[in-house]
């Protein structure tokens, strides 16, 4: 990838405004039991409450794997390149 777009990339993430989601309730991670592992759960419950439109991972065995990205979640969930190729493009 070329330096422009990585410096367009940091750009971007610097002029952003991050929320803060509390923590949530296992009744929130629960609807996404069968669909992502246990552990990363919350991570899907807080992004989605947080109403964001992606989720950024490096996970590919447990959140950026076919079968989670066909599950209809309400987030799509991208791996960094991925999501830097959408932004940019």
């Not at 609807?31 to 490096?58: F, M």
């Amino acid at each position: 990838m070329p330096i422009e777009a990585l410096v367009r990339f940091y750009r971007l993430l610097a002029t952003g405004a991050p929320g803060i989601v509390s923590p949530v309730a296992p009744e929130e991670e629960i609807q996404y039991s069968g669909i992502i592992a246990e552990k990363d759960a919350h991570v899907v419950a807080a992004a989605v409450r947080g109403g964001a439109a992606y989720l950024v991972t490096l996970d590919r065995k447990h959140l950026a794997n076919a079968e989670v990205r066909g599950a209809g979640l309400p987030i799509q969930i991208l791996l960094p390149g991925e999501f830097i190729n959408l932004i940019l493009h």
